[in-house]
């Protein structure tokens, strides 16, 4: 059964370093998300992509953020200039038609 | 308007009983209302989902009943097993919000044997 698949699995930073995530969306997925947890709280949107544009961002995803897909298979979140607050579970998350939305394991992100 | 609330945040049931959990949305432009099962460390998976054009849909132990005059709707885990504890969050998503997940806080669901 086909999956989305997250790099790497724990990435641990010194604070103002910059940090790449990495995930690899289920093949034929078209719409793209990253996700936040916060240890202990809800799941909170980050950004969606679709037909290589930002569709909507949420008011986390600043300018310390990007979103790229550099090639058919990619999917990256980067961080600039980590805080100690940027510590949480990232997931990637894709869809094929925008609604059933499939997760990765995560990329559990501390910064020191 | 955005906001998903759910409830109870924590549910400790016996194995064979019904587990129930509540979510109440705001936003009547949501139209996709899904639950996801997410064990430690792991990531969310999505278990069962709903539109609002129907008032209930099962898969195996696990139904939705949704409820669009009172923007609610709830998760019914029937025979719970011990391997069904987990945390369970309740979402929404809609075109008017990209279709974005908006997710209730979660509730630990805990099975005794």
């Known amino acids: 059964e086909p999956e989305v698949t997250q790099t790497p699995s724990h990435q641990v930073t010194q604070m103002g370093q910059e940090v790449i995530l990495r995930c690899v969306p289920i093949?034929?997925?078209?719409?793209f998300y990253w996700y936040r947890q916060i240890l202990g709280q809800k799941v909170e949107f980050l950004v969606s992509?679709?037909?290589?544009?930002?569709?909507?961002k949420s008011e986390i995803f600043d300018d310390q953020f990007s979103v790229e897909r550099p090639d058919g298979s990619n999917f990256t979140l980067k961080i600039r200039s980590t805080k100690l607050e940027d510590s949480a579970m990232y997931f990637c998350?894709?869809?094929?038609?925008?609604?059933?939305?499939?997760f990765g394991p995560g990329t559990r992100l501390t910064v020191l | 308007q955005q906001q998903v609330k759910q409830s109870p945040q924590s549910l400790i049931v016996q194995k064979g009983g019904i587990s129930i959990i509540n979510c109440a949305y705001e936003?009547?432009?949501?139209?996709?209302f899904p639950w996801y099962q997410q064990f430690p460390g792991k990531g969310p998976a999505l278990l069962i989902a709903i539109r609002p054009d129907v008032s209930e849909k099962k898969e195996g132990r696990f139904t939705i009943s949704f409820n669009k005059s009172a923007k609610q709707f709830s998760l019914h885990i029937m025979d719970s097993q011990p391997g069904d504890s987990a945390t369970y969050f309740c979402a929404a998503s809609g075109p008017g919000s990209n279709y974005k997940l908006t997710f209730g806080k979660g509730t630990l669901l805990t099975v005794n044997p």
């Open positions: 992509f679709y037909n290589n544009e930002i569709s909507e």
């Open positions: 936003n009547t432009a949501f139209d996709y």
């Open positions: 998350a894709s869809s094929e038609t925008s609604n059933e939305q499939f």
């Open positions: 093949s034929n997925h078209l719409y």
